[in-house]
């Protein structure tokens, strides 16, 4: 028989303190990812991307695979999602952020009343970005979005402060 893997939920974690990185954690030693099989010697589990690798801002898949002594195998993976810690100045930029109307048909302002917006990304549900603006050097913008489809997009300013926009 196949052996029986549990992987952890899916997961969101944040930069270890003080780096710009988030080293993945060894899940099998820390009993988070479990692997049992009816086989008495030699069930042997892997993980990759492997413990101790140093991970950047984004999505990444975490993987499984357990094998037994004859060779039986089971894998399973989770999503875990790695996110940049604000800091105090980011916080409080991203307070200070306005975007309306939202939800919109045709235009969003966005307004700063504490630094300029440099630049600004739109980006739909699969990460793709439908609208760049760079170099705005401006406390305020009208960004036209007639031509999105109606839905649910991701604004991110100045490359560190992300918001929500509907399109309808």
């Known amino acids: ?96 952020l306005k975007i309306y109307p939202n939800p919109s048909h045709n235009n969003i302002t966005i307004e700063s009343n504490l630094q300029e917006l440099e630049n600004l990304q739109i980006i739909d549900v699969t990460g793709k970005i439908v609208i760049l603006k760079e170099n705005i050097l401006s406390r305020k913008k009208v960004v036209n979005i007639s031509q999105l489809e109606n839905g649910v997009y991701f604004l991110k300013v100045n490359n560190t402060v992300s918001k929500r926009i509907i399109k309808m």
């Open 1 to 96: 028989m196949a052996p029986e893997i549990a992987c952890p939920a899916n997961t969101t974690v944040d930069f270890d303190s003080g780096q710009n990185f988030y080293t993945l954690p060894d899940y099998v030693a820390g009993g988070t990812a479990t692997a049992t099989d009816n086989c008495i010697n030699g069930l042997t589990t892997t993980q990759d991307p492997a413990p101790g690798t140093e991970l950047t801002e984004g999505n990444y898949t975490i993987s499984f695979e357990a094998e037994d002594s004859f060779g039986n195998t089971s894998v399973c993976s989770f999503q875990l999602a790695v996110n940049t810690t604000l800091s105090v100045s980011e916080e409080a930029f991203e307070n200070s």
